[in-house]
T-cell receptor, first 116, second 113 residues
Framework: NAGVTQTPKFQVLKTGQSMTLQCAQD?????MYWYRQDPGMGLRLIYY???????DKGEVPNGYNVSRLNKREFSLRLESAAPSQTSVYFC???????????????FGNGTRLTVT | GNSVTQMEGPVTLSEEAFLTINCTYT??????LFWYVQYPGEGLQLLLK?????DKGSNKGFEATYRKETTSFHLEKGSVQVSDSAVYFC????????????FGRGTSLIVHP
């Protein structure tokens, strides 16, 4: 059981370049999330998708776009990368239903992005 | 709004020492509480959880008790090992309104042999 799979694992971009971070889960989860992790800042939510076909902004959405391609896949796009977007990006998913509040998140192993 | 406050790290201990990582929260109603662990180079994974007051979550020798009167969910382990070195995150999620979890900033634990 693969769980949550993120690609790529590492990426280096120049300022102004674009890229898409891919995320797929095989647990039939309805909800999916994108977080960034920076030293001293903990985890900050970028975007989330409560179910297929819906997306919503989180705490730090500026500079990012997302696509919930189907139930399994949730991608994060940087249209014009900036050094401030250097971070570790985590995708997560959680179990379906209204009881999601007591269901834990399942995380991928992250994408380490450096923007020069 | 919701918030989670954890003790700042790093916490440095010798092997077999007793561990406490403090976590307090602010939330309305009766949130569910979680501890996640992040090993180097990996994503977060659930360590334990508690869904109502006075519940005790436990896993791998770690324990935490949901204390509504003190709005706390402190993580404890009686005897840490070098392999417990990781970053620990406290989190909560609400049963009403947005269920999106709120995370603390994480506490780094370093265990020396």
């Amino acid at each position: 059981n693969a769980g949550v799979t993120q690609t790529p694992k590492f990426q280096v971009l120049k300022t102004g370049q674009s890229m898409t971070l891919q995320c797929a889960q095989d647990m039939n989860h309805n909800s999916m999330y994108w977080y960034r992790q920076d030293p001293g800042m903990g985890l900050r939510l970028i975007y989330y998708s409560a179910s297929e076909g819906t997306t919503d902004k989180g705490e730090v959405p500026n500079g990012y776009n997302v696509s919930r391609l189907n139930k399994r896949e949730f991608s994060l796009r940087l249209e014009s990368a900036a050094p401030s977007q250097t971070s570790v990006y985590f995708c997560a998913s959680s179990t379906p239903g209204q009881s999601s509040y007591n269901s834990p998140l399942h995380f991928g192993n992250g994408t380490r992005l450096t923007v020069t | 709004g919701n918030s989670v406050t954890q003790m700042e790290g790093p916490v440095t201990l010798s092997e077999e020492a007793f561990l406490t990582i403090n976590c307090t929260y602010t939330a309305t109603g009766y949130p569910s509480l979680f501890w996640y662990v992040q090993y180097p180079g990996e994503g977060l994974q659930l360590l334990l959880k508690a869904t109502k007051a006075d519940d005790k979550g436990s896993n791998k020798g770690f324990e935490a008790t949901y204390r509504k009167e003190t709005t706390s969910f402190h993580l404890e382990k009686g005897s840490v090992q070098v392999s417990d070195s990781a970053v620990y995150f406290c989190a909560l999620s609400q049963s009403r309104g947005s269920y999106i979890p709120t995370f603390g900033r994480g506490t780094s634990l370093i265990v020396h042999p």
